[in-house]
């Protein structure tokens, strides 16, 4: 039975509630050792994101589905796991018409949709149109104002509904910073961008029409969903002025202390709002840090908190993510659990929370550890890598089939010697440092069917509804 640690309960965590307001906010790129309450080591200050984890529940062992940007969105929103799915972001929408998700289900249940930030799921015909058709609001949400990609992607231009505001008409040069690698640091491509636009007032824009947002809502009316994808501290890291040589981890800890920031002026506004005990805030990021070895070794900072790799890897830094949820009354206070969680799994639990029968194939509710009332229901999960490759956990048990990360870690010297694949104890080495393949051939003979399973067969049906 997974173990549920309370620091302090509150009353009335067993019993299921009635529809609460959701925000969902998805810091992008941001490592598990970045935050503070879960490495205490950490040399960024993130006194918000910590406030929520004093207020709520600590989720240790939740993943997700894919150590990179689009892919784990795409299970994030569907409770599919990606790699059911083989289209291109660039020429098409990736999230099928009529496929449930998570706006969808919530709309369904009488709630008003909305995004705000990184949409990544791409469009009908790709993003150059004058109607993006295809996105947010074909898929579930009844408000769309963002981007349709990483800030390093271009074109550069926002997006209110299905409409470029206002349109790419001109041309930005290639950015760098010295000091860094080519993809950390201020890091973009060079390529169209709308008049005017500017990456450093991006992170601030969402974090403004995010507080208007929930200032509207304020007023009454049915229970909504904000699902709030930030473009930090994703590449380029643009802080701004305010932030900019206040961390000791140079542009990166700049950045993540705005992402901070952002997240602690939208927990302020529904202080002010009297909209926090009627609200479910769940806060992840969506794949692990750009942080390499010798960055650790620079800064004394260790973006993956001692787990080994970085984004785009199998390894437990390239996924393993930080994940809290608070609602007063509702979600136990000051507590951890290590309930094994899946992005693709909050599909379901929201599902649960409202009374749909909405489900994804691949999504299992986490409502019982949510509320306290009971253990996580999920005992395996599969992870996608930057280059394609699968990895597969059962309980304590990751096995990863293949030599190296398989994402964005360089290669290490003899790593194509030794055995074929990697085998991990992780209720003993989460850092990955002792590999079991050869002395546990059973549990990879088992491992490799649970895989091959999953793949074959997925449960439920593939169908869109």
């Not at 992607?153 to 950015?175: K, L, M, Q």
């Amino acid at each position: 039975m997974r173990r549920l640690v309370f620091v302090a309960l509150i009353a009335g965590c067993a019993t299921t509630p009635s529809k609460p307001n959701v925000v969902l906010i998805l810091a992008d790129d941001l490592g598990y050792g970045d935050v503070h309450a879960n490495n205490p080591d950490s040399k960024i200050p993130t006194p918000h994101i910590d406030r929520l984890a004093a207020e709520g529940l600590r989720f240790t062992d939740a993943h997700a589905p894919a150590a990179l940007c689009v892919p784990s969105r795409y299970g994030l929103l569907t409770g599919r796991y990606p790699f059911r799915q083989r289209k291109s972001v660039d020429r098409e929408s990736l999230i099928e018409p009529g496929r449930t998700t998570v706006a969808s289900l919530l709309r369904d249940a009488g709630y008003q949709t909305a995004i705000i930030g990184k949409w990544h799921q791409g469009f009908d015909g790709g993003n150059g149109g004058a109607e993006l058709t295809g996105g947010p609001v074909d898929r579930g949400f009844d408000r769309f104002f963002g981007m349709h990609a990483s800030l390093d992607i271009p074109p550069y231009f926002f997006i209110d509904g299905r409409r470029p505001a206002p349109p790419p008409t001109e041309t930005v040069a290639a950015s760098a910073s010295e000091g860094w690698s080519p993809i950390q640091g201020r890091f973009w491509r060079e390529g169209k961008v709308a008049p005017g636009f500017r990456h450093e007032e991006v992170l601030p824009e969402f974090g403004r029409r995010a507080v208007a947002h929930l200032e509207e809502h304020a007023k009454g009316g049915n229970p909504f969903f904000l699902y709030l994808p930030l473009t930090g501290p994703h590449t380029p890291w643009v802080p701004t002025a305010a932030f900019r040589g206040k961390s000791a981890v140079g542009l990166y800890g700049d950045f993540v202390m705005q992402v901070d920031a952002l997240v602690g002026d939208v927990l302020a506004a529904l202080d002010r709002l009297h909209l926090r005990d009627d609200t479910l805030v769940l806060f992840s990021s969506d794949n692990g840090p750009v942080w390499y070895p010798t960055d650790d070794q620079r800064f004394g900072h260790r973006a993956a908190g001692g787990l080994r790799g970085m984004k785009g890897d199998a390894w437990e830094g390239g996924h393993r993510m930080p994940f809290l949820a608070r609602w007063p009354g509702h979600v136990p206070v000051g507590a951890t659990t290590d309930a094994l969680v899946s992005f693709t799994d909050v599909l379901a639990t929201l599902a649960e929370l409202v009374g749909s029968a909405a489900r994804g194939e691949d999504s299992v509710s986490f409502l019982p550890a949510l509320l306290g009332s009971g253990p996580g229901k999920r005992d395996s999960l599969v992870v996608l890598t930057s280059k394609g490759k699968l990895a597969v956990r059962r309980g304590h048990w990751k096995m990863i089939p293949f030599r190296g990360g398989g994402g964005f870690s360089e290669k290490s010297a003899g790593e194509d010697a030794g055995p074929e694949g990697q085998l991990y104890d992780l209720s003993s080495d989460r850092s990955e440092a002792r590999n079991l393949w050869t002395e546990r051939p059973e549990i990879v003979a088992e491992l490799k069917q649970l895989l091959e399973r999953e793949k074959a067969n997925p449960p439920g049906s593939a169908a869109p509804r």
